[in-house]
């Protein structure tokens, strides 16, 4: 059975294009209208507004809350501050990445989970010996991204909150009108943004109440195709597309330690007992194989294979989420797993997996791409990721 | 904070003082803690009634390992091992069956009820004898490490495979077909006379949560026999069993262990996935190189160490250990000895164990009831009279029974177990028994029942299953206590498991304490 979030009384009258898309078993919208370009823009320009309810969340609650959620991940959740969010990912015994997600301490003994897989049995599973109650809120729980650089002006003028001093990555209570809400300043867009969480049936209301104190600065409902690039961009990895979670995969060559998806600092190896822990100090011990990097690939390269074949470059129209080779000479030494056309950089990037030692940034590497159905090598060069980081992200 | 331990064993059990004595004797300071005032865990002698002693929780011995009797000396330490003879006396309408050492002997006791079951009896023995050979081979080795076994590993199962082989074609086919049979089917193959099959499945019953039409129920027929010992074999200690922890706890204090009662262990301290030190009830804690635990899994990993500290894998298994308690206890004080009509040759008689299982029927009715929470109307009985082994237990002309009263279930489906449950269920035994000793009921002076709750108070054992975890054969060998850590070693670097819920189980045979003892030793050489 198809789902639809809270919001879908309003998206579905916005979606021109008839472009919908699932997740976590909702439909929601890829793009609004034909092309995601103008979605896109609004969202490094002005201002978008993404409906992000198919996440699952969880609240966790009682004394224990957060030794519950800390004995599963890997960053030190003790250390969560109230009204802190900290992003993390969560591994199975292997050290293999579960899934990732955030978590928002709205209380000494009141934590809030995000994630994009069901947790609800792992959650209860690790709460042995705990007192720790865990309630699934993921569907009354509705759950709205206002990104982009007009953002915080927007939130101002919309919500009685105190958001000057919410810095990057915390958490803070509000109201409109009759409605609490928290919002965190997070997001998937790499971008200064914020999320709201609040009671799903005020829903239509507070979209429409977005919308309206939106409309002067540009505020532009965006689907996924649009995220799918900002978040490119940003160098944030999706799970099923840049990691198979380790339940998902089918053999062990499939799963991913977080050192291998550049997200080593997250793991708190010092900490008490997590899931996964011994495994990841005994990885952390040796030098790591893999290694998410960013490439990008060479303009004039690109261009002369294309002119090669008679034609000019021809681009992806959107991110596309594809296993594609990456080469070191003839060696194969690595596989990207997306990547687009950033319309803001003006360059084509992708997000690979990369073998040692061709990891550090800089490295000439060659992506295979089809031009006029002939497999090519494109040369492209490591990068640090992200590939943009504005001041304003975190300002 | 003192110099920590080369290691600390949790619980002065038979087998917490084996791996003790052992490890001492290989030049380590260990220290062994015990909750209780007393040493010797299941295998006690305590006065229940002022002048009168009893085996509190085992009355016989398991088949207890001759090496460790020889390495330690323990006839040196005061136990005296003995072997009565008729082993069992099986109670049936007005007669009484005599299961001998010798099974030429029992053949002749079992004419009167069947002569063809007599005729039978000496190749039965030979069959299970086969078996169990294979299975005391398992016994007496480490579990393979799976799923990847060492050549060492391969070598040993490849060596029990070849001694079962050995005995030729048929026996290994019986063998390996007796393996996962039910009591019921195995004996049905054999026997007609239900007074017999009751007898041979009475000895294979106890601390099981199953009746004799149980799959794998066959299996423990085996395990509790010793290597050539014809099928109920009983052995017993002079003074009561007591002795035998009396005895290793002198074999351990001579190699140098110090041993401390009335110390609690509450929790079992982790860092960096390694244990360091137990902390006694009241604060004090002991830091300790490695750690033994022979309290049962459950109580080791659930409550000592905490979940916390676990993989939730680890902890789903370890809380999927079935360990229903089936036994409760009943001693008797005795004003004179129980006359049983049915049996002549007078006292030497009644030396071993005295069984109300008078067939498979009234065995698996009495399991009906527990199957559904209920404790047995009529319960399977297993009595020993140690005072016929050493007067000295009872006031002169006194007597003492300990009976093993099967089935009462730890989890009542109706009440709990309060005090008129367990008087009723002590009036239930001595009714039973006086269908056979009609006397009985007058003579009795003082009676002490322990429910299965309180098995599970005094000796911290989970659900006061006796064995430390169900004996079945999905919670044997490679898979005891888990699949994946049969070996000793958990996952908590360090903490080693040394009692019953360990390969080989339970038992008073003191090898789980003597095969952890070995891998502690192992892992020290390795590393
Ligand atoms: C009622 C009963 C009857 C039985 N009958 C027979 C029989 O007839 N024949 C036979 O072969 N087997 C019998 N068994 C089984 C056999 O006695 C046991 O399998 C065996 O004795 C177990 O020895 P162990 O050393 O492994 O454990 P235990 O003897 O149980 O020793 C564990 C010790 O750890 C201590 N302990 C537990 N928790 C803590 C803590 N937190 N801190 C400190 N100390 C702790 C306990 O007090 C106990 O002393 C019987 C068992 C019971 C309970």
Redesign the interface.
């Known amino acids: 059975m198809l789902r639809t979030t809270p919001f879908h009384s309003r998206t579905a009258l916005l979606c021109q294009a008839q472009n919908w898309r699932r997740w976590a078993g909702c439909v929601v919208a890829s793009s609004y209208e034909l092309s995601h370009d103008r979605e896109y823009w609004a969202i490094r320009s002005a201002a978008a507004l993404l409906d992000v309810s198919p996440l699952y969340k969880y609240l966790v609650r009682g004394p224990d809350a957060a030794r519950l959620l800390d004995r599963i991940v890997t960053r030190d959740i003790r250390r969560c501050a109230v009204g802190q969010v900290m992003y993390t990912p969560w591994c199975d015994e292997a050290g293999k990445v579960l899934d990732d997600g955030t978590i928002t301490r709205l209380d000494e003994d009141l934590l809030r989970l995000t994630a994009a897989e069901p947790n609800l049995r792992w959650l209860h599973e690790n709460s042995a010996g705990l007192d720790a109650t865990i309630d699934d809120v993921s569907d009354s729980t509705a759950a709205l991204a206002v990104q982009g650089p007009a953002s915080r002006a927007i939130l101002r003028d919309a919500l009685e909150a105190d958001l000057d001093s919410l810095r990057f990555f915390r958490a803070t209570r509000a109201q409109v009108r009759d409605i609490p809400l928290t919002i965190t300043r997070t997001g998937y867009t790499g971008d200064l943004g914020y999320e709201l969480w609040f009671d799903g049936r005020h829903a239509e209301r507070m979209w429409d109440h977005l919308i309206a104190a939106g409309q002067p600065y540009g505020l532009t409902p965006a689907g996924m195709l649009a995220l799918d690039i900002a978040r490119i961009e940003a160098g944030l990895i999706l799970i099923d597309v840049d990691y198979v979670p380790a339940r998902k995969a089918l053999i062990l060559a499939r799963t991913s330690s977080p050192f291998e998806l550049g997200l080593g600092w997250t793991v708190r190896l010092d900490k008490g007992y997590f899931v996964g822990q011994r495994a990841l100090r005994a990885e952390q011990a040796r030098p790591p194989t893999w290694q998410l990097r960013g490439l990008e690939i060479e303009w004039d390269a690109l261009e002369r294979l294309y002119a090669e074949a008679g034609l000019p470059v021809e681009l992806p129209a959107a991110a596309w989420r594809t296993s594609v080779p990456v080469y070191a000479g003839d060696e194969q030494v690595g596989y990207a797993t997306s990547g687009c056309w950033s319309p803001l950089l003006k360059q084509y990037i992708a997000l690979a997996h990369v073998r040692a030692p061709h990891t550090a940034p800089g490295t000439s590497l060659a992506m295979e791409v089809t031009v006029e159905h002939r497999r090519r090598r494109a040369p492209a060069r490591v990068r640090e990721l992200p590939f943009f980081n504005p001041e304003r992200k975190r300002a | 904070m003192s110099a920590p331990f080369d290691a600390i064993v949790i619980g002065a059990g038979h087998n917490g003082l084996t791996a003790a004595a052992y490890l001492a004797r290989a030049g380590l300071s260990v220290v062994v803690v015990e909750q209780r005032d007393v040493i010797g865990g299941a295998t006690v002698t305590e006065e229940f009634h002022p002048g009168f002693r009893v085996d509190t929780f085992a009355h016989r011995m398991g088949p207890f390992s001759p090496r460790v009797f020889e390495d330690l000396r323990l006839r040196t330490y005061g136990l005296e091992m003995v072997w009565p003879d008729p082993a069992r006396v099986a109670m049936a309408d007005g007669r009484a069956l005599s299961l001998f050492r010798d099974p030429s002997q029992t053949a002749e006791a079992i004419r009167p009820f069947s002569s063809g079951d007599a005729a039978r009896w000496p190749a039965f023995c030979r069959t299970v004898a086969d078996a169990a050979r294979l299975v005391d081979a398992v016994r007496q080795s480490q579990p393979p490490r799976l799923p990847d076994p060492g050549l060492r590993d391969l070598l040993r199962l490849a060596a029990i495979g070849l001694g079962l082989r050995r005995r030729g074609k048929r026996a290994m086919a019986e063998t390996l077909r007796l393996l996962p049979m039910s009591l019921a089917d195995l004996l049905d193959d054999w026997f007609e006379s239900d007074v017999l099959k009751g007898a041979v499945a009475g000895a294979g019953l106890p601390g099981l949560m199953q009746g004799p039409r149980g799959a794998g129920t066959a299996y423990a027929l085996l395990h509790h026999l010793a290597a050539g010992e014809a099928p109920g074999g009983v052995t017993l200690v002079r003074g009561g069993t007591g002795r035998a922890a009396e005895a290793l706890a002198g074999a351990a204090r001579a190699a140098g262990v110090e041993i401390r009662t009335s110390a609690p262990v509450e929790r079992i301290g982790?860092r960096s996935?390694a244990a360091v030190e137990v902390v006694l009830a009241g604060g004090e804690v002991i830091p300790a190189r490695r750690i033994l635990s022979s309290a049962d899994p459950k109580r080791t990993f659930?409550t000592l160490v905490?979940?916390?500290?676990?993989?939730?894998?680890?902890?789903?298994q370890v809380?999927h250990i079935r360990m229903r308690g089936a036994c409760a206890k009943v001693h008797l004080a005795l004003g004179e000895l129980p006359r049983f009509p049915g049996i002549g040759g007078g006292d030497a008689e009644l030396r071993g164990a005295v069984m109300v299982a008078p067939g498979l029927d009234y065995l698996e009715r009495a399991f009906d009831d527990a199957k559904y929470g209920g404790v047995s109307e009529r319960p399977f009985l297993e009595a020993v009279i140690p005072t016929l082994t050493d007067p000295s237990l009872a006031p002169p002309g006194r007597h003492v029974m300990s009976i093993l009263v099967q089935y009462a279930p730890y989890h009542l489906k109706a009440g709990a177990w309060e005090a008129a449950r367990r008087e009723a269920l002590g009036d239930a035994v001595v009714a039973v028994l006086a269908e056979y000793a009609p006397n009985l009921p007058a003579a009795v002076l003082h009676r002490q029942v322990l429910t299965p709750l309180d098995l599970e108070q005094r000796l911290g054992l989970t659900e006061g299953n006796i064995f430390q975890g169900e004996m079945a054969l999905d919670q044997l060998f490679f898979m005891r206590p888990v699949p994946g850590w049969a070996r000793y070693g958990t996952?908590v670097r360090g903490l080693y498991l040394c009692g019953a819920g360990a390969h080989p189980g339970g038992g008073v045979t003191a090898l789980p304490g003597y095969h952890a003892a070995r891998a502690v030793l192992r892992d020290m050489s390795a590393s």
């Open positions: 982790v996935d659930l905490g979940p916390e500290a676990l993989d939730p894998a680890f902890v789903r809380r996952p």
